[in-house]
């Protein structure tokens, strides 16, 4: 599953269309203090302020209307709403979450057929397809390793330091049967490997591996805008439930402001 939390308005102007269970938080409202148990994960109060629009504490699918299937990878224990519950912080899910990771980067590694920058479902299966030497739709250890090296590569872009770290002394086949091999009978079916594959895929079936197009690297679109400690461009919106237009400028030496960008899915 993919769920990225990016940063959360703490203090400050709230951006327009964000939700509340008492009702709808306007652009320029000053948000109200988030008050967190250190036992639930802290996504759970903005997607609960965003989407859990008649207040009960639960999201259901019909409040989130969101495709894509996120709202499954949001409800963590299968129940049909998204609750504090399904965020709460246990122990084995950062581990849980770092296996992940490792087995994705693993998964791009070695299963690649065409292009190193990104790897399509199709192009999965026919990897897979050719590490399976007697056909019968599974790979085991001796097979991944009779292969694993002339058909490794290197997607472009590089890893992050944190990646590094996740990677560092990773057994490959070892990191992909923990992850991948749901029925632990230390293979891995090609049905496991799609079922892996769909379960961190955005919808469109195609995962996107050159990290330096997603960081702003030499092969990205340049970048433009005022550089770092210049005052950002002034704008003026019109507050989603109508009255006077507000200007960012308004704000300037009066409150922090925070402008989110993002998924949280």
């Known amino acids: 599953m993919r769920s990225t939390l990016m940063t959360l308005v703490l203090a400050g102007v709230v951006p327009a269309g964000c939700q509340s269970g008492s009702g709808q938080v306007t ?55 998204v ?14 979450m770092m296996r992940g990771m490792r087995a994705q ?12 920058g990104s790897l399509a479902l199709d192009e999965l299966e026919q990897a897979v397809a050719a590490y399976d030497d007697n056909g019968d739709g599974l790979i085991g250890e001796a097979e991944f390793a009779a292969h694993a090296e002339e ?7 590089g890893d992050s330091r944190m990646m590094k770290m996740a990677m560092r002394d990773v057994e490959p086949w070892a990191a992909l049967v923990v ?26 079936l195609v995962w996107s591996l050159d990290r330096s197009r997603r960081r702003g690297g030499a092969s990205s679109r340049p970048m433009s805008g005022p550089s770092a400690g210049e005052p950002a461009p002034d704008f003026a919106l019109r507050p989603a439930n109508g009255g006077p237009t507000v200007t960012l400028s308004s704000f300037r030496k009066n409150l922090p402001v925070a402008l989110i960008f993002g998924s949280y899915t």
């Open 179 to 204: 992850a991948i091999d749901t029925d632990q009978d230390g293979r891995i079916a090609a049905v496991e490997f799609v079922a892996f594959f769909k379960d961190r895929d955005d919808g469109d």
């Open 151 to 157: 058909r490794k590569v290197e997607p472009p872009g």
């Open 27 to 81: 652009l320029g409202q000053v948000a109200a203090p988030m008050e967190l148990d250190d036992s639930v994960d802290s996504s759970w109060v903005y997607l609960a302020k965003k989407y859990d629009v008649d207040g009960d504490g639960r999201i259901s699918e019909q409040e989130y209307q969101r495709e894509g299937g996120r709202f499954d990878r949001l409800d963590r224990n299968d129940d049909g709403v």
């Open 105 to 116: 980067r693993l998964v791009a590694v070695y299963f690649q057929i065409d292009e190193p």
């Open 83 to 96: 609750t504090a519950a399904d965020f709460e912080r246990t122990p084995g899910r950062r581990e849980g």
